[in-house]
């Protein structure tokens, strides 16, 4: 490796190895090593954390033929510090380059093409009239000169930022146009998948469905079970303050039992199961995708929706229903519970009332609303997966956006039921 040996220093530049110190025992400690070089190679300066005082950029009062003389190490790792180049583009600014004869870079302990483009760039990019330096510094200047000043320094302007802010919106509406035509394909191949199953019912994948089922549904209860009877709780609570002044105690079962069946159960636990299953079934069909096993699928002739859709799908819609059924419970039990504690509202007289009030047709209603749920989120967690690409930084972002997406379908899809079928069971 060729080191450059400035003029002024007649000691050479030290190797790598001398970035090492002896501690107290005996034992080497490792110094931070800086390794810059005033050409295209590199120049080893050992420099402690806080930098030698040495080391800084800086410009040396000129002599008296009027040049500019830069000093110490003009690097990366001294400009990139946010105190050290604020004070060097003072200097530089002060020294007004531009009118400046010439520049004297003997004394640059070591400079390397951000020191370079530094010197230019406030030398308003013209070649000074006197120049003394090397001829590894002045290969690096002549690099520099020959770049264009867009690839140094982008201009910014009003008409770019306008540009720049249309190019973004025209991609971001492509994005959104792909997002819509890939999802449209993959119901569609769903219900291609569904009609496949129904005429061979025997080969459909009811292995990977059972599995998918169990881990959805049965291991997602106790976490609904709980959040549900928590919400129940605070529900019955808050609204008893509120009765209790208008001496209406008795109507609490009325306002737990409509808004936890038509409403918050399955609100609930679609919420629940979008943030627990359906960024599971993103990150393992993103996985598969990072490992190259969905193109091993195809290569062995293995439809990927017949066997990572479906039974996902199918599993989701029939679970959904049930998780729902046991979150309304839960929070039902829980808002007995305190309702018997703040007003004195007898478990028997809740679960005798609670048929009288609430009618059937709002547990289809959440039933029906909880299906259209499990299989909202299943595609959505299917349609993330299955655009991760072979990336860890693009599975973060999928199983991210499917939550998201899930969560927000889950909402909007409640909303419109709510508006749709406002005359049911009320």
Known sequence: MRRHRPAADPLPCPSPASGRGKKPGGAYQRRPVSCYHAGSVFLFLPVSASAAPDSLPRLAPSQGAGLLVPEGAWTAAQLSRPAVWRRVARELRAARMSEAPGWD???????????????????????????????????????????????????????????????????????????????TALMGQLLLDLLRLLRAPLAGPWRDFGGHLYRIGAQALPITALVGFLIGVVLAYLMSQVLRQFGAEAFIVNI?????????????????????????????????????????????????????????ALALAIAMPLVAVWTTLAALLGGMLAADITLNITPAFFIETLPKA??????????????????????????????VQPNTESLGRGTTASVVASITAVILIDALAAVLFKSVGL
């Open 105 to 183: 870079l003997r004394r640059v302990a070591a400079i390397d093409y951000l020191g370079m483009l530094a010197l230019w760039e406030h030398g308003a990019r013209r070649w000074p009239r006197q120049l003394e330096a090397g001829a590894e510094q002045r290969a690096m200047l002549e690099r520099v000169a020959r770049l264009p000043p867009q690839a140094l320094l982008p201009q910014s302007s009003p008409m770019r930022g306008l540009t720049s802010a249309a190019d973004d919106l025209g991609a971001g509406v492509l994005g959104a146009l792909a997002q819509v035509r890939d999802f």
């Open 256 to 312: 737990l039992g409509l808004a936890l069946i038509r409403e918050l159960g399955p609100l609930l636990g679609a919420v629940l199961i979008a943030g627990r299953s359906g960024s599971s079934i993103t990150a393992q069909i993103g996985v598969m995708r990072v490992t190259e096993e969905l193109d091993a699928m195809r290569v062995l002739g293995i439809a990927p929706g017949f066997r990572l859709v479906l039974p996902r």
């Open 358 to 387: 609430v009618r059937v047709s709002n547990l289809t209603l959440a039933m029906g609303k909880s299906a259209v749920f499990g299989l909202a989120i299943a595609l959505l967690a299917c349609h993330y997966g299955l655009r």
